[in-house]
């Protein structure tokens, strides 16, 4: 059963970077044909899909996060990481990593950790 | 690429709740839906347009075609009360799309 689990800070304060890793077990994340991804939910925007890193190593974001986001893998420990930088209020949220697959969808999600940003 | 979905609907035990997802030609793409519970990770409830995970019951069915996909979650209980959000992938920015989601309240 492949598992995910997020990990890093509750608290970040105004503009500083937000680090999250997700530990994968059950799956290899360099393996397959897969978007090892990242997604936030908060009350104002509800689920807003922030980009991904491909089994293959190719990453994406949303065009909204691009110049702040950025994703990376560590094959050696099976996790992806997740830098935002320039936090701000806005960017409040719970934080969810998950697997996509073209034709299945979301399938595997981690429990999601939920970030405030305050000074 | 934007989906549109409705802020609510409602339903009465045992009864049906539709639930919408709009977008330019969404029935070239392949829908999912979620589930989301207070407090929980997006559960999936439909994937690849009509496709139902193991797991979910065969109350839930899924269609797709031309400018709207739609999640019927038929004999409706008192536990399918949740968000709803659809997602398709943006093939020409290739990253996912969420729509805003859907309330689903049983009265």
């Known amino acids: 059963q492949v598992q995910l689990q997020e990990s890093g800070p509750g608290l970040v304060k105004p503009s500083e970077t937000l680090s999250l890793i997700c530990t994968v077990t059950g799956d290899s994340v360099t393996s397959g044909s897969y978007y090892w991804s990242w997604i936030r939910e908060s009350p104002r925007k509800g689920l807003e899909y922030m980009g991904y890193i491909h089994s293959s190593g190719r990453t994406n974001s949303n065009p909204s996060l691009k110049s702040r986001l950025t994703t990376s893998v560590d094959a050696s420990k099976n996790q992806i990481s997740l830098r935002l930088s320039s936090m701000t209020a806005a960017d409040t949220a719970v934080y969810y990593c998950?697997?996509?697959?073209?034709?299945?969808?979301?399938?595997?999600w981690g429990q999601g950790i939920p970030v405030t940003v305050s000074s | 690429y934007t989906v549109t979905q409705s802020p609510s609907v409602s339903a009465a035990p045992g009864g049906t709740a539709r639930i919408t997802c709009e977008g330019n030609?969404?029935?070239?793409?392949?829908a999912h839906w979620y589930q989301q519970k207070p407090g929980q990770a997006p559960v999936l409830v439909m994937y690849?347009?009509?496709d139902r995970p193991s797991g979910i019951p065969e109350r839930f069915s899924g269609s797709n075609s031309g400018n709207t996909a739609t999640l019927t979650i038929a004999w409706v209980e008192a536990g399918d009360e949740a968000d709803y959000y659809c997602?398709?992938?943006?093939?020409?920015?290739?990253?996912?799309?969420f729509g805003s989601g859907t309330k689903v309240t049983v009265l």
């Open positions: 997602q398709v992938w943006d093939t020409s920015s290739d990253y996912a799309v």
């Open positions: 030609n969404i029935g070239s793409k392949s």
């Open positions: 690849d347009d009509n």
């Open positions: 998950a697997r996509y697959g073209a034709f299945e969808g979301l399938v595997y």
